[in-house]
């Protein structure tokens, strides 16, 4: 995989959660995935696509931070 492949997933990342699209999260995470948020809870794949389906996330802005 090529830099400019990386990069591409990545905004395709980005743009999926900025238009809190289900299906291309759904493609581009991977099922075991785990996230730490704020509040120090852990939550899982699954737990973090219903909080998008639910309406209970909405990025507004993404500004990835990348050193290259």
């Keep these: 995989m090529t830099k400019a492949d ?4 990545e905004n395709k990342l980005y743009g ?4 809190r699209d ?7 995470l991977h ?4 996230f730490v948020i704020p509040s120090g ?4 794949k699954e ?4 909080s998008y389906r639910d309406g209970n996330l ?7 931070m990348l050193n290259i």
């Design 47 to 50: 737990m973090d696509l219903q």
């Design 58 to 64: 909405m990025i507004r802005n993404l500004i990835p």
């Design 6 to 9: 990386i990069l591409s997933q």
């Design 22 to 28: 289900i299906n291309v999260l759904e493609e581009l």
């Design 31 to 34: 099922d075991d995935l785990l």
């Design 16 to 19: 999926a959660i900025k238009d």
């Design 41 to 44: 809870a852990v939550i899982t």
